[in-house]
Structures are given as C-alpha cells and as structure tokens.
C-alpha cells in the first residue's frame, strides 16, 4: 500500500505535530461539558481555561446525568470555587477575551468583580485585550494538571447545550432564567499525552500576554486522567494550527497556519470535502475550491457543506449573510460548470405544529477524503483565518485504510448521520461507501421524511425587501487585516485591559467599595500597570 501524500507540513500549515496517549471527538455539549465537569473534579493541581465567552453559572450537568452529581455542585464557577477550597494545592487561571461593545447586552456583566472578589483567592480571572483591533480571541481550551486537554468549537457559557438529538424543543436547554433556547450543535475534541505540552504553553503564552505576569504550569505525573468519547481517536500524532492576527502593543507577528491548512486539504483532495461550520465567507477558501474545481485532469470532487439556516444576529445576517450567500451561489455555479457535486445543507427537527426548527450549526469541522480531519476553533470566514486568534487539531492519515482514516470516517459518518437524522447499518452504508454523496444527501434534503434540509442560501434582503436599501457592498464585519493606525492602536491598549473591561472594573471598584490598591487583587486589577503584574509581557 502507498503511503498518502501529507498535507501538514509544521511551519507551513501547523506549529508543531506531536504525540496523544488517548483521544477523542466529543458531539454537542451535552458530552462536552459532562467529561468537563469529571476532569474539573479530578484536577489537583491547576485548571485552566481560555474562551471567546463566559458565564459564571452555566450548568455543566443535566438531566439523567445530574445524579452523577449526588446533589452536588454542578455550576461552573460555584464548582471552580469549591474545588479551590476544598484543594489548597488547586489554582484556576481564566482568561476571557475583552469583547467588544456591541456585544455587551448578550454578556454576563461585572466578571471581574464575580469571578475575582466573591471567589477563592487561588481562581484568578483576566480579560484578554491583546487581540488586534476588530480582531477578537476566538480560541477554545482548557488544560487541566498538564496532562489533559479540550479544544475545540464550544465556550462554557449561555445557549450552548444541547444533545444529539436536537429535538425542536426541550426544557433542559434553558441557562441563566432565560426561556429555553433552540437546537444546538457543536465538536470538541480532548486528549492527553504529549501534545498537552504545548496547549498549555499557548495559554501560559495567552496570560502573559494579557498582562497576567507568567506562569509555569508544571505537568502532574498522573494517567488516572481518563474520559469517554463520543467517537474515540486512535493513540498517535495530531497536528497544531494557530491563527493570530498582527498586534503592535504587544508586539506579535500575525500566524495564518489554519488558512493554509484549509487551502493546502483543499487542494490534495481527490474524492470529497466535507465542511460544517458556522459561517462561510473566507474569501481564501472560496479560491482554493474555485480553484481544485477548475484543475485539470483532477478526479470530481463531491462537496458538501453544513451551515446555519442564518446567522443568528441580525448584525451577521447583514453583513456577513450577504458574502456568504454570494460565494456559496458562485461555487454552485463553478461547480455545475466543471461537473463537480456541490451542495450546502441545513438540520431540522419538526415542531409540534410541523414547522422546521433549525439546528443552530456552531461546529468548525473539515473532513477531506476520510484521510484527513481538523476540528477546532476557526470559522471559515476572513477574521477567523486571518485576524482573530484560533486553535485547530489535525489528523491524518499515514497508510489507506489505517486506524486514523477509520477513525476520521467514523466521526464524518456519525456527524453526517446526526444531521440527517438517519440511525441503522442500511441508512448510513450510502455514507460510509462515501460514492455519490451529494446525490445522496439531496434525496433526503429534499423527501421531508429526515432532518436534513437544502440551503435555500437567502439572505436577509431576498426574505425581506424593507431591508433592501441596507444591503452592504463591502463586508468591514469580516476584514481579513487589523485596518488601524499605529497611535490609535497604542491609545486603544495602553494598560492591561481594554476599555470596557476597564469600566466594568472602575464600576466593581465603586460598587463593592475596595481600594485599587487591595493586596489580593493587585496582579489582577492594578491601578497602574506594573513591569512585573500590570504592563504588557511578551508571549513566552
């Protein structure tokens, strides 16, 4: 059997390829924050967590699984805080991005003050302001005692869990004393073994950064670290990729790893692409398909894509709807022109009145040829794969037909499956053969009969023609580049934080009456930034 050519190539498309002692994928949150909240329990010596977004009482636990619990702490900063008291050895490190303005309505307000000041004093909490500007910290990871790790597409915060059956409604999907959101899908993946080592050198590189000081997370010799998988990963190599945007104050170099990832598994493939994300409008990705589409003597490809009905704000559907749409009908027509399968698909479950209620897609999943498969962070959009900061873990395949390419098959299959609603060894054999996938999928799209729906690929103008005159030509929302002058930059990030966690911290500081100067929060909330706690530190 011929070795397969590789796509990873560190320096190129990853930082680094190394070593798992186990892995796995975990499907929806349900299965993610259930091996969470048993790793959170089992930690000894150090947790920590990095996220685009928190909050303090999401419930890590539900239904059946609750009596895992035995009426126990199953909240996530309440459980953070037991385990630091009832563990003097324990210390917990968040590092929150410091979003932006427009999202301030849909946050949990006063964190600083929450996570800090009514907690133990070994879990600290930071917002991150280090991104570039219009840039934002979209990586997913938590590393606990060294030795075990979770990235991937899901936050630990509100309207996020779900299982995977996404039924239309369900009662457990309510957080916060909101009414219960919608159906909800995401991937992350978790391992431990070698390639922890660096995950956590990243965040350890994150918190300086931020301003944090530095920290030296020290391993703890422990294999008792185990969890259960939705879909296993066989033992072996993964492959790191990165995206950081370009920063001045502190200084950063941009890395694009993940936008040659996709180009570079774009390219190689031979047989099909299958895409599940949350948003598409990366012009990057558009030319490589354009491009493999239009190669000749390459074999046809079937690409499929899995996406939200729409984007969920009404700021995305605006801006961010319009270029998506666009390059989706490009590609439809590209590929119709050079005789590939193309096809880009939604999931629904059936409400009570029969009705569709769209699955909200959140996962950002790449499969290429059942020989390669990168689960992670990155949205296939321009910020994500040029500006934002992102992780992603590839595998690949060494040989046909290996324990890697069963594995990656089985995850495509099983995600294929749950989009579709299709269970049995006769329904999923059409996509296990993986011939004809698209005319495959376009049947049950379209025969009412499963969850699977074809993208009506609309945008919020051809569904609403009052929104017409507000139909952007330029797409500032997505820019692939920090647009920014090097003063407004530098006035922008001097300090440690950003202006509104700023704000957010002046207002805690007046509502608990605490002196800037207090002992327990100096390194966290300086009035002046210190070389060694507040100002700017270097990557690490």
């Not at 969890?227 to 492959?239: C, I, L, N």
């Not at 390059?327 to 029969?354: C, I, M, N, P």
Request: a negative charge; hydrophobic letters at 40%.
């Amino acid at each position: 059997m011929n070795d397969v050519k590789s796509i990873l190539i560190p320096g190129r498309n990853c930082w680094t390829r190394t070593e798992t002692h186990d892995a796995g994928v975990l499907v929806d949150a349900r299965d993610y924050y259930r091996e969470l909240y048993r790793a959170i329990r089992k930690a000894r010596r150090s947790i920590v967590i990095t996220g685009w977004q928190f909050d303090s009482d999401v419930t890590l636990l539900r239904g059946e699984d609750l009596e895992e619990a035995n009426g126990g702490e199953v909240r996530l900063l309440p459980l953070l805080d037991q385990m630091c008291r009832e563990n003097p050895e324990l210390h917990v490190y968040i590092l929150a991005w410091d979003f932006s303005m427009l999202l301030a309505m849909e946050r949990e307000w006063m964190q600083n003050m929450l996570f800090n000041w009514t907690t133990n004093e070994r879990l600290r909490f930071r917002f991150d302001s280090s991104s570039p500007l219009y840039g934002a910290h979209h990586q997913k990871l938590v590393v606990i005692d060294g030795v075990m790790a979770f990235t991937g597409g899901m936050d630990v915060c509100d309207c996020r869990w779900d299982d995977r059956d996404h039924p239309a409604r369900s009662k457990l999907r309510c957080d916060s004393g909101r009414d219960p959101h919608g159906p909800y899908h995401d991937v992350q993946t978790v391992l431990t073994g070698p390639a922890v080592k660096p995950l956590a050198e990243l965040f350890e590189a994150r918190w300086a950064h931020s301003g944090g000081g530095e920290l030296h997370l020290e391993p703890v010799n422990r294999d008792d670290l185990t969890f259960e998988a939705t879909m296993p990963a066989p033992p072996g190599p993964v492959a790191i990729s990165r995206t950081f945007g370009k920063t001045l104050l502190p200084p950063q170099a941009e890395v694009q790893e993940i936008r040659a990832l996709y180009v570079d598994a774009i390219e190689a493939a031979e047989h099909f692409i299958y895409i599940e994300n949350q948003y598409f409008s990366s012009r990057a990705i558009y030319d490589a398909l354009v491009k493999r589409m239009r190669a000749a003597g390459r074999p046809r490809l079937q690409v499929m894509l899995v996406l939200p009905r729409q984007p969920e704000a009404l700021r995305e559907q605006i801006a961010m709807g319009v270029a998506q749409v666009r390059l989706l009908r490009a590609l439809r027509e590209v590929a119709a022109e050079t005789g590939h399968g193309f096809a880009v698909y939604g999931s629904a479950a059936k409400d009570e009145d029969g009705s569709d209620v769209f699955t909200y897609i959140h996962s950002k999943v790449l499969v290429v040829d059942d020989t390669f498969m990168t689960i992670g962070s990155a949205n296939t959009t321009n910020r994500s794969l040029g500006l934002d900061s992102e992780l992603n873990l590839s595998w690949e395949t060494e040989t046909p037909g290996d324990a890697v390419s069963r594995a990656i098959r089985r995850v495509r299959v099983s995600l294929m499956a749950e989009h579709a609603g299709l269970a049995g060894v006769s329904a999923l054999r059409p996509l296990v053969e993986a011939k004809r996938m698209v005319e495959t999928l376009d049947r049950l799209a379209h025969d009412g009969q499963h969850r699977l729906r074809p993208h009506p690929l609309e945008t919020v103008f051809d569904q609403n023609p009052l929104f017409k005159p507000l139909e952007p030509e330029e797409f500032l929302i997505d820019p692939e580049e920090s647009v920014l002058d090097e003063s407004l930059f530098e006035a922008l990030h001097k300090g440690d934080d950003g202006l509104f966690a700023s704000g957010v911290r002046l207002l805690s500081r007046w509502l608990v009456g605490k002196p800037c100067d207090t002992a327990r929060h100096s390194a966290i909330l300086p009035c002046v930034p210190s070389q060694e706690e507040g100002g700017p530190a270097g990557p690490g």
